[in-house]
């Protein structure tokens, strides 16, 4: 349930903890496609690129202009009681896990989904580059100040407003 100022007051406990027992790429996968029905509501094109080896998930035809999309699935965490994902890169192999940082020209958009409650945060690529490692959301309005991140809080606006401008990060 949203608020006035469109803040969820908290989403079912027994929810979380099944969405935090999925495995990642099912967690992904489910980014993904929530994503990807985002964009077509909205009337934009999208693409999927051939297999997972580019720093991007999708790219949205919007007004012509195409845009590098990297989809994040959040997890919630219970002891500190807000939404966090990762914002580097991983990359694995049967035997190691390596963490990258992702550069400005790997993609234009990262747009991080909270599966319960269904909401996503539209990061331009500059401003997802500039957290440390992890990218925390509150999505409580017991919090006297909402954090950073809260601006990007459905933001879809900001890729109508980089594909009208024709920007380019490459």
Not at 127 to 139: C, K, N, T
């Amino acid at each position: 349930m949203q608020n006035d100022a469109g803040w969820s007051s908290g989403s079912s406990l027994g929810s979380i903890r099944r969405i935090n027992s999925m495995d990642t790429k099912l967690k992904g996968d489910i980014a993904e496609q929530a994503a990807i029905l985002q964009a077509l509501n909205r009337g934009w094109g999208v693409l999927k690129p051939v297999g997972d080896r580019l720093p991007y998930d999708l790219i949205f035809d919007v007004n012509g202009r195409l845009a590098r999309v990297q989809v994040k699935c959040a997890w919630f965490d219970q002891r500190r009681g807000n939404y966090v994902v990762d914002n580097r890169r991983t990359k694995t192999n049967r035997r190691f896990m390596v963490r990258d940082k992702y550069k400005i020209s790997d993609f234009d958009f990262a747009l991080i989904y909270l599966p319960d409650p269904n909401i996503f945060y539209v990061f331009p690529i500059d401003v997802f580059v500039s957290y440390a490692s992890e990218i925390h959301m509150v999505e409580s309005d017991k919090r006297q100040r909402k954090p950073q991140s809260a601006e990007y809080r459905e933001a879809w606006n900001l890729i109508l407003q980089w594909a009208a401008r024709g920007e380019t990060h490459v």
